[in-house]
C-alpha cells in the first residue's frame, strides 16, 4: 500500500514539474475585426499586451466572476471565452472572443 502511494505522490508530482506554474501562455483574442494576443504569466499574476501601440503590464486583481487584471488605468476582464478592456472606467473594447484554432 506504501508503495503505491509513494508512485502515485511521485508521478502527480513529476507532472507538476513537466508544467511549471510561471509558464507565460499567449492567448489570441479577436475584438470585433481586430486581433489582440495576451501573453498570461500565471507566476506573476499579471498579463502583458498592447493596446493602441502602447505596451501593458496589468497585475491580476480579485473578480467576483471570472478573471480581472488592472492597472490604474485600464482593466482586461475575460469570463470563459470572452473579454472586454476598460480605460479610466469605461469600456473602451466589449466584443473579445477567443480564437481556439
Known sequence: MKKSFSLVVVLLLSGCLS????QV???HYRCGTLPLTVLLDNGRQQINLILDGNPLTLKQQ???SGTRYANDQYVFWSKGDGAFIERNGKVIVDDCRLDKG
Request: hydrophobic share 30%; charged share 30%.
Open 62 to 64: 480579485p473578480a467576483a
Open 19 to 22: 508544467h511549471p506554474p510561471d
Open 25 to 27: 501562455k499567449k492567448l
